[in-house]
């Protein structure tokens, strides 16, 4: 439909390598059948279990492409940090909110991006959060801009376990509340 083979991919080596295994799967299924029909199981099953870990793999793929979509298009500020208070990535609201680009305020510790009169009290809530004594807290302070302003935010942090249940990195929703 006015594709040469070379855009349609039909003879790629991929598509042909990928029709060859099916091919030689189906010979070998073939021949386990003719010899005995009993072992066809231990044939497929490992098939089988291909075939679930690459739906996996895809569904975890949908997921992950998910999240990031809502991290990236999010009007909220959003600020993601090690345990160390430093921030590890942030989506495009919070590095607008404060003039930035995103790759800059990577590595910035926490305290560098507020004003030096609200740190303390956030230090010390942060510090409680990772130590474990919090779930989470909420506070407004002043952020610093790139430009040296600064602007009032509420502030909610809270940390993201790894899969074993320890802390791993800490998150802070932050919302511009400067006009309130």
């Known amino acids: ?16 390598s990928t029709d060859l295994v099916l091919a030689a799967l189906g010979v070998a299924i ?14 497929v099953a490992p098939l089988i279990l291909i075939h679930r870990s690459f739906s996996l793999l895809a569904r975890l793929r949908e997921s992950e492409e998910r999240f990031r979509a809502v991290f990236e298009s999010s009007a909220m500020g959003i600020r993601v940090g090690d345990l160390a208070g430093r921030v590890v990535a942030t989506n495009g609201a919070f590095a607008r909110m404060l003039g930035y680009d995103e790759a800059e305020l990577v590595g910035t510790a926490s305290d560098a991006l507020t004003e030096p009169d ?14 474990g004594e919090r779930a989470s807290y909420q506070i407004e302070k002043r952020l610093l801009r790139k430009d040296g302003g600064s602007l009032w935010c509420r502030v909610t942090n809270s940390l993201v376990p790894d899969p074993d249940g320890r802390p791993q990195l800490a998150l802070a929703m932050v919302e511009d509340v400067t006009e309130r």
């Open 30 to 43: 073939a021949g386990f059948w003719r010899t005995n029909p009993y072992l066809i199981v231990s044939g």
């Open 118 to 131: 609200d740190a303390e009290a956030d230090a010390v809530l942060y510090r409680e959060l990772v130590a």
């Open 1 to 16: 439909r006015g594709r040469s083979f070379r855009e349609s991919a039909l003879f790629s080596l991929e598509s042909l």
